[in-house]
Every structure is written in structure tokens, then in C-alpha cells.
């Protein structure tokens, strides 16, 4: 896809340790089109943040991208050298992280830091950028922003701050968001209140999101497409409508059918037998086939590739056309 | 912040008080002060004279009002060797220890710092590993060591620095300072590395600890997700949240500074309270000593009220707990 904005190939995050290298993002591949939100769910360690740090290039040591490219608006970004890829970082992608509580310096006035970062970024004087700002708060729903910006990030309660950090997050005008369970930490009544503003300012802007969450309710609401990640591979992508009433990967299934709805308050929930594997352990072939119910010989033997199944695609041999020869 | 002062300023009285009421009792009950005074062959009635004239024999209770009273009005009384005014003796060696002090202070912090961030950034650098090592060794060489092993380099072997004394000084009116002459400049150097290595050694480790902690700080990690420079990253976001903390330690260190300088007085002959005190222990001349425990004191009390002061300057939050408290 050469008009997408962000263009992941192959990519692999690999943990150097003394075991060996261990493999959490394994040869995960997607696009992102300018203002498409690309949900990505998953349970803990599917890979998901990892997946995000990877493309802003914040992986912490040890952990490295072993292989695989990382493309932004056609330049390939992943072998950027510092001080090229901190001025990708906030200016070209922007990050959101899941606590809004620690996310921002507690010493630091929230003016100064949105201050800070957009003249790391553009040349401006310290009044514009402080009128801009401004701008972007009252933008991002503070009351009074005006009077507000001069708080510390204590002065405000925590759906407050995680607009702050929205605001923070755009302020250079990026061209990819990528929201890292932007409201995981947050009550709920206020989760759906920073889904809208993150969905409205990044509209308004033509922004394209990565919004990594565990939240199905949040991916229905507001991604065009999703992804679905399992033990650091992407098992199932699609349209988001497609992925979520027609679910073909049996993971994406059992996900699926775990979530709890009112009109079907029928005794247990549903659950998906066994749990993730450790990235020490993760099984030949298809990474889910101990978990499955529908795994066949082939599934403990070869890993399968995303391939073709309705309008989405899924890594599983259940799509399989007899006829295709794999490489 | 008005509550705030005055509720500090109380309790460092309450501190102040207790110290004073030691430095009594040492100064009433260790030994007797009379004998202390008097020769050998002083008559009996001397001796009930000079009891009756010192207040020695009112209740104790008026007798400890009086020692607060004359201590608030600086008289620590006379000193039983040197036969002079303590108040005199300790306003001669101030300066001489405060300057030495403070000369500690600002090389372990000018040093310790930087050495600190450093090692707490690049923490697999070689450069980290020679300053921890390094740092390891100041840590663990008693302090009169580091002072002989600096006098045998920089004084014996290479000739360059004094070995001891404090060199030409200049007095500001009661202040004779050591600051504005070369030959006191000089002589500073040696007994303010000695002084200074343990507490340099403190701050560098303690400022790593705290950078390692602060860099794995969600803003921090946003704060590179922001795209800002690392200068601004290192210096402006991690460093300053790390200073409550190190401005704790560095504030009670430059404390035992003050009052733990004896052994580094005594062996480079710095003409400054800790020798006098030391001078007073063997005489047991037990004036000086009180004066000294209650002058050790208030500079404690000072200083932590100072640090308390700046807490407030660098951490915001602080001030809102202060004005709820």
C-alpha cells in the first residue's frame, strides 16, 4: 500500500537473554491508511504495546527489533539513527500511554510541557506556542483553559489529565496516533468520553490511530479495521464490522464469545480453555493449536500465513484453499 | 506556608531544648565544674564561695533556666583550659570549619551529581564503571586514610598543596576567612577533598539509584515518546525528580559535615571546631564540649528547615499538603 501512513513489514521484536533470544512480536505485518483507526486487540503479551513501541522506536533494552521494517509515509523509519528518529517521535507519531495519572512530569506546569514539546518541534516563540496550546486545550475539553494551563498535573482528576496527554500527544501535529489502552486506567464512565475527543480530534486533524486495547466495546466504537494478536502474531485482520459479527479465527472466536453481553445473561461466561503461552514455550506450528478446538494434524507442524478468509484475513489452516501452494 | 513555618519553627525548638537540656546535664553532672576550676590546693571555703557564686547549689530546674538563658545570650560560660569566654573560642573556629565545610559540600555536589547522572544514564558505560568503582573506594577508605594518602601524594611526593593549617587568612570583621588569600585557597584543597570524597561517593550513588528509578517512569517514557531532546529529557524531567531525595541527604550530610569534620581537622591541623573540640575532650573541658553539642544542633535544625524551604520550591505537590496540613 504506498498511500498508507504507516506500513509495518515482517516485523520481529526479539529479547536477547541468557536462554537465547525470545521472540514476542514474530513477523507481524500491517497498513495503516492516513485517518484509518487500526484497532489492536489481544490479551496481556500478545504483543500489542510491544508492536507500538517498535514502530516509534522506544523499545527498551534488551528487547530489540530483530528484523522486519517499519515504513512512515514511504521513508522507512525503523533504521533512523537518535536524533532523526526523536524528530519522527511527536512530530510525525504521536503516543498516548495507558495511565494518564504518571504520564505526565509532576514537577512541570501542564502549559510548560505542552510548551516544550511543540518547540522541540517547530520554531516558534514561546507566546505562540503558548497561545496554541491554549488552543489545544480548550480543544480537548478543559473548561477555562486559559486559567488551566498554568496547573500542575495534580490539580486536575484523572480523565482531565488523560485529555491533557491527548492534547500533549497532537500537539506537533502528527500523522499517526498511536494510543496505547488510552483508557484502561480511567473509570468508565469517562473511558467513552476520551474515546469520542481521541476519535474527534483525530478526525478533524486527518489523523490515522493505532489504538491498542483489550477492549472490544472501545475497538466496535471507533476502529475501522482491527487486528487481533495472539503470542506475538497477528492471527486475524479485517474490517472491523467483518472481524467482530464474523469472526473466522478460532481465537478471534473464542474472544468473541467471551464477552459478556445483557441481552444473553445465560449462567457462565464463556472462556477460551488454557492460557496464553510464555514466549519461552510457544508452541510448533500454530501458536493456538493446544487452545483450539478445531485444530487439525496440520496445525501442529506448519505455522500458518494470513490468508484470505471473508473479507478479513486469518492465520489458520481452516482457510486453507487445498489447492494453494505455500512457500 | 505562614502554618507551615511557624509549626517547623516550633518543633526545632522543642529539638533545640532537648539538646540543651544534655549539653546541661553533661556540663552540671559529668565531673564536678568547681574541682573542674580550682587548683589542687584551694581552701574549702574557696571553694563553697565559687560553688555559691556559679548558682550551684539553686534547684536544678533554675539552674538549667539559667544555662538556656545564657546560652540564647551566646554565654557557654568560660572554658576551663584555655581560661577564655567559649563564646570567643567558637567564634574563632567557625569560620575555619564552616569554610571548610561548605568547601566539602560543593565538591561532593559538583561532583557527585554529574557523576551520578552519568552513571545513571549510560549504565553499562565503562566511564560508570570506573566512576562506581571509584566511588566504591571512597565509600569504604576511612576518612584520616584518604587525608594521609592525599598529604603523601599532593604535599609529600609532588610538593604542590600544604599538608596542614589553614594558610594566610583575611578577617571580614569577626570572620577571618581563608577564601581570599592563594595560600588559603591552598590549603583548602586537601582537607575539603578528604572531607568531601564520602559524601561525593553518597550523592553519586544516590542520584544513579534515583535516575535508574526515575528513567523507568511512565513520563519520562512519554516524555521521549514527545520527541524531546535527551538533555531535556535527562536534565530537565528525570534529574529534577530526583533532587527531593538527594537534597534530604546532601542537607543532613552537610550536618555531619559540620560536626564530623574532627578527624579531618585533626589531621591536616585545621584551625577549626572540630580540633577545639577534640582539645576539649582530652582536657575534659566540658564548656566547650556543651557549647559544641548545642551549636552541632542548631546547625542541624537549620538546615533541615532550609531543606523543608526548598522541598516546597521543587515540588509542587508538597505545597499543597503543606497548605492542607
Known sequence: MPDSVLSVRDLRVGFATRHGTLVAVDGVSFDIAPGEVLGVVGESGAGKSLTGAAVIGLIEAPGRITSGEVWLAGRRIDTLGAEAMRKVRGRRIGMVFQDPLTSLNPLYRIGDQIVETIRAHANVSEDTARERAIALLQEAGIQGARARIDSYPHEFSGGMRQRVVLALALCAEPDLLIADEPTTALDVSIQAQIIALLKRLCRERGTAVMLITHDMGVIAETADRVAVMYAGRIVEIGPVREVLRNPRHPYTKGLMGAIPTIAARTGRLVQIPGAMPRLAAIPTGCAFHPRCSQAFDRCYSERPERMPAGAAEAACWLFAEPTRVHA | ?325
Not at chain 2, 555531619?256 to 575534659?284: D, K, N, R, Y
Open chain 2, 1 to 325: 506556608m505562614l502554618a507551615f513555618t511557624i509549626r517547623r519553627l516550633f518543633e526545632a525548638l522543642v529539638v533545640m531544648l532537648t539538646v540543651a537540656l544534655l549539653a546541661f546535664v553533661l556540663f552540671r553532672y559529668v565531673g564536678d565544674p568547681v574541682s573542674q576550676m580550682v587548683g589542687q590546693d584551694t581552701s574549702l571555703e574557696d571553694r563553697t564561695r565559687l560553688r555559691l557564686e556559679l548558682g550551684l547549689d539553686d534547684p536544678v530546674y533554675i539552674q538549667f533556666a539559667r544555662f538556656v538563658g545564657n546560652a540564647v545570650r551566646f554565654d557557654f560560660g568560660i572554658s576551663y583550659q584555655v581560661k577564655q569566654p567559649v563564646t570567643r573560642l567558637i567564634a574563632e573556629r567557625m569560620p575555619a570549619t564552616i569554610e571548610l565545610a561548605l568547601a566539602a559540600a560543593l565538591f561532593a555536589v559538583a561532583l557527585g551529581i554529574p557523576m551520578g547522572v552519568y552513571t545513571g544514564i549510560h549504565r553499562d558505560s565503562w566511564l560508570s564503571k570506573l566512576f562506581l568503582t571509584v566511588s566504591l573506594i571512597g565509600i569504604s577508605l576511612p576518612t584520616f586514610l584518604i587525608g594521609i594518602l592525599l598529604i603523601y601524594i599532593f604535599a609529600v611526593w609532588l610538593n604542590v598543596l600544604p599538608s596542614f593549617g589553614r594558610g594566610d587568612t583575611i578577617p571580614i570583621g569577626f570572620w577571618r576567612t581563608g577564601l581570599l588569600t592563594a595560600s588559603g585557597l591552598k590549603a583548602l584543597v586537601l582537607p575539603a577533598i578528604t572531607l568531601g570524597l564520602f559524601q561525593m561517593t553518597l550523592v553519586t550513588r544516590l542520584v544513579r539509584s534515583e535516575m535508574l528509578e526515575v528513567l523507568r517512569t511512565d513520563y519520562i517514557k512519554f516524555a521521549r515518546a514527545r520527541g524531546l531532546p535527551e538533555r531535556a529529557i535527562n536534565f530537565g524531567h528525570a534529574l529534577r525528580n530526583t533532587l527531593v531525595p538527594v537534597i534530604t541527604v546532601i542537607g543532613l550530610q552537610l550536618g555531619s559535615i559540620i560536626a564530623f569534620a574532627i578527624i579531618t581537622e585533626t589531621v591536616f591541623q585545621w584551625p577549626g571546631m572540630g580540633l577545639m573540640f577534640i582539645q576539649a575532650v582530652q582536657h575534659a573541658d566540658i564548656p566547650v564540649m556543651a557549647a559544641y553539642l548545642l551549636l552541632v544542633a542548631f546547625l542541624f535544625v537549620l538546615i533541615n528547615f532550609i531543606v523543608d524551604l526548598i522541598y516546597v520550591r521543587i515540588d509542587p505537590r508538597i505545597r499543597i499538603l503543606r497548605r492542607g496540613a
